[in-house]
């Protein structure tokens, strides 16, 4: 906190530019925290949020409902296949906690006591509150908690950059997924499998290799385990496709949004079930099978009327098409990149890239420096008119989806300049 003693104050947005209170202008590479669909200060949010705020501001959904939120349901029903119903929370990981509460109940509402252990991947992030982070453990983040986490069964995680000695990508990936197999065979406890969908975010952008995550849900359908998927940063277009689990060809019972699903305007995320999971929760009063969960804000009308604005823009312009094309541009830069001394390994899908920094190219050894990487760069960032995040010993570019290709080849040439300036400070 000493090297933060003072933040420079963002007081507008304009397009994928914020700007300070000193008129300075910064290129959101973070696309402020990975949500930011199109852009700041969009005049089609901007007055689906102004009209639904002078008609109903919020009312609560215990007992009741709203037009936005109804229409929204209907809306994230129609373009998530398999899925039937939606349970709306306002963070991301709230909306994993409901995924958790949602998959360990199923098992107790059809009286099968058994199920109680989480099965989850080494290194997923789902978020900050004690559910999510039990499911998603990252040892920097949450290793002083860790007494106070519930357990899960981890498993390892294909990294086609750090493998195993003498392992190619294939051998390693059948191995985690041996792995899984023989530990789903061995004892019929575990209630469900929770993973991040296409790839690890904060976990270090670990794309995930073709047909892992497909081969994951068909081990839980074999041994009857609920197969839940955080789609809270990698769907909705990040990864180039609107629902990341149709592109890895792999259905869950259970599915979060958040993020992008307001056009990362208000705070809204979702929980989608199955048919299965959501009959299982419908009994009469005194069977007590629903979910004792809500929360004061679930389901604002203002959140749900922009998040339908937003998904209704995502057809009308054609986004994720626009997202592929652009998202090209990052190619042109992996030689360029790659060649750096610091830079050990590259990794981008869609409107996502993780540069991995490291001191030595051959052995691969992460930087550690005495100073804070992620101030380093934020600072020779802001030198070069950008606004970027490092996580660990990796620089994240997650700009706003539709930046253009001339904002995207200005920030990759922007973010190349940072890293060269940074780097005699890291090694
Ligand atoms: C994959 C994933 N899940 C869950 C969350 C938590 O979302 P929130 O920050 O809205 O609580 C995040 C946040 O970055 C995330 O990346």
Known sequence: MKEWDSFDKITKGKGVWLIDSKGNKLLDAVGSMWCNVWGHSNPELI???????????????????????????????????????????????????????IALQYWKNIGEKKKTEIATIENGYHGDTFGAMSVGFVPEFFGKFKKQLFSTIQFPVPNKYRLPKNYSLNDYQNQCLEKIEKRFSKNNNIAAFVMESGAQMAGGVIIFPKSFQKKIRQLCKKYDILFVLDEIATGFGRLGSMIQYEEQKSTPDIVAFGKMLTGGYLTMAATLT??????????????????????????????????????????????????????????????????????GDIRHKGMLMGIELISDKLKKTPINPKKSINKIFFEEGKNQGIYL??????????????????????????????????TPQII
């Open 274 to 343: 199955n048919k299965k999971v959501y009959d299982s929760f419908s009994g009469e009063f005194n069977e007590w099978k629903h979910l004792f969960h809500g929360h004061t804000f679930t389901g604002n009308p203002i959140a749900a009327a922009v998040a339908n604005e937003n998904l209704k823009m995502y057809q009308k312009n054609n986004l994720i098409n626009k997202i592929q094309k652009t998202s090209k541009i990052f190619t042109n830069f992996y030689k360029e990149i790659s060649e750096m001394d610091i830079v």
């Open 389 to 422: 995040r490092t996580l660990g010993n990796i620089v994240m570019l997650v700009p706003p989806l539709v930046i253009s290709e001339k904002e995207l080849n200005l920030l990759l040439n922007k973010t190349i300049k940072t890293i060269k300036n940074a």
């Open 47 to 101: 007055k689906t949020i102004t009209n639904q705020s002078k008609k109903l501001q919020h009312s609560s959904m215990f007992n009741l409902t709203n037009e936005p939120a109804e229409e929204l349901a209907k809306r994230l029903v129609k373009i998530s296949p398999g899925m039937h119903k939606v349970f709306y929370s306002d963070n991301g990981s709230s909306a994993m906690e409901i995924s958790i509460k």
